[in-house]
T-cell receptor
Framework: AQSVAQPEDQVNVAEGNPLTVKCTYS??????LFWYVQYPNRGLQFLLK??????LVKGSYGFEAEFNKSQTSFHLKKPSALVSDSALYFC????????????FGTGTRLQVTL | EAQVTQNPRYLITVTGKKLTVTCSQN?????MSWYRQDPGLGLRQIYY???????DKGDVPEGYKVSRKEKRNFPLILESPSPNQTSLYFC??????????????FGPGTRLTVL
């Protein structure tokens, strides 16, 4: 069975500082990994994904994520946080194949303060 | 505008009264899925559909039914709702019959309360 762990319920960072939101996964075979963001009272929005190739993936709003196969991790990063980045962030994994399910983590709330 | 729509957005009902939450997408996506979001549990997949007339169970399918008679629509049916189905529900779609490689587009959510 595939699974995702987001070990931090909340991450607090000051505006202008770098941020990291952690994600580790477990899946059989090569993973497809995703990050989504949820703003208050909104649906989820896609940020970025890793399918294959370069381990550093760049996405929307200046976010990036690094795929580390040996550590089975896919941490979300941004060099300089903005107050507007405050939201709920979800990591998700999908195993290979055409009939595979998408499994989400429990989410990490990012709070960026002035 | 490309979008996924859900109706209703808010619903309060009573135990045992059948209900349907509609989901429609205008992007000609093959893959559609339903999720429920609960505090501390994140999003859990209820059912998904790879294409018309092709559906399969996700992680928490008990108490739910779906159908995919048309490509654009993927309704979620609760035949006999119970209080433990009180949750925030999201419909999502993505292009490609495989779905595995592609990001999903999410609807705005339906907040369901079962009394």
């Amino acid at each position: 069975a595939q699974s995702v762990a987001q070990p931090e319920d909340q991450v607090n960072v000051a505006e202008g500082n770098p941020l990291t939101v952690k994600c580790t996964y477990s899946v059989s075979g090569n993973p497809y990994l995703f990050w989504y963001v949820q703003y208050p009272n909104r649906g989820l929005q896609f940020l970025l994904k890793y399918i294959t190739g370069d381990n550093l993936v760049k996405g929307s709003y200046g976010f990036e994520a690094e795929f580390n196969k040996s550590q089975t991790s896919f941490h979300l990063k941004k060099p300089s946080a903005l107050v507007s980045d405050s939201a709920l962030y979800f990591c998700a994994v999908r195993g290979p194949g055409t009939a595979s399910k998408l499994t989400f983590g429990t989410g990490t709330r990012l709070q960026v303060t002035l | 505008e490309a979008q996924v729509t859900q109706n209703p957005r808010y619903l309060i009902t009573v135990t045992g009264k059948k209900l349907t939450v509609t989901c429609s997408q205008n992007m000609n996506h093959e893959y559609m899925s339903w999720y429920r979001q609960d505090p501390g549990l994140g999003l859990r997949q209820i059912y998904y559909s790879m294409n018309v007339e092709v559906t399969d169970k996700g992680d928490v399918p008990e108490g739910y039914k779906v159908s995919r008679k048309e490509k654009r629509n993927f309704p979620l049916i609760l035949e006999s709702p119970s209080p433990n189905q009180t949750s925030l529900y999201f419909c999502a779609s993505s292009y490609g019959s495989g779905g595995a490689r592609n990001e999903q587009f999410f609807g705005p959510g339906t907040r369901l309360t079962v009394l």
